[in-house]
């Protein structure tokens, strides 16, 4: 199934090389653009499903997203389970659900997220469903980028592992070697 997410990413146009600053602050020279993807229904409905069948049997009650890609991912995934969904949207440092979303508190939540990198976003997101008294149940995401592993204590289920190494600025040999830095996305 790897082989396949892979090369949906790629024939979609949104797995770029080169020098590039990701919304976490590191630095690498891979980026996922999932905005390439998630502009097609039928991939976004495909990889939404990977994420909802791993979930299935765990009576998810609610799908929780960061904003902006897991609004779009939530959603999905929420659709397939046959569930509702809700989105965190970020304040200072930390994510909160507006917009009038309830979480009754004991709800079994399933976080989703596009490309994860330091868990930021998502721990961000858990961190919002714990504050309103849900339960976070499991985590899935397109992409799990990340080399080492985040230690999270709730089951993760990534469509696509890719560990891709990043960096802090000042330890990025592309910085060293001056290659330009592209900053592509943006964080909300």
């Known amino acids: 199934m790897s082989d396949e997410v892979l ?16 919304s976490s602050g590191l630095h ?3 980026y996922w653009e999932k ?16 994420i909802a069948a791993h979930f299935k049997e ?26 509702r969904s809700i989105f965190a949207e970020k304040q200072g440092a930390t994510r909160l659900f507006r917009r009038d979303f ?13 490309i994860l990198t330091t868990g930021s976003s998502v721990r961000e997101t858990a961190a919002a469903v714990d504050s309103l008294g849900g339960v976070v149940i499991g985590v899935g995401v397109l992409v ?4 080492k592993g985040l230690g999270l204590s709730i089951p993760l ?32």
Not at 35 to 50: A, D, K, M, N, S
Not at 144 to 147: A, F, P, T
């Open 35 to 50: 905005f390439r993807v998630l502009q097609y229904p039928h991939i976004t409905e495909r990889l939404c499903g990977l």
């Open 58 to 83: 765990q009576r998810v009650d609610l799908v929780a997203g960061p904003t902006t890609g897991g609004i779009v991912l939530a959603f999905e995934t929420a659709r397939q389970l046959g569930i």
């Open 144 to 147: 799990d980028r990340n080399e």
């Open 102 to 114: 309830q979480i009754v508190p004991g709800e079994r939540i399933l976080v989703v997220d596009d």
């Open 28 to 30: 690498s020279r891979v």
């Open 7 to 22: 090369d949906l990413f790629k024939a979609a146009g949104a797995l770029k090389e080169g020098h590039f600053l990701l």
């Open 157 to 188: 289920f990534s469509c696509l592992r890719a560990p891709t190494s990043a960096y802090p600025a000042e330890e990025c040999p592309l910085c060293a070697a001056h290659v330009p830095l592209t900053k592509p996305g943006s964080s909300c």
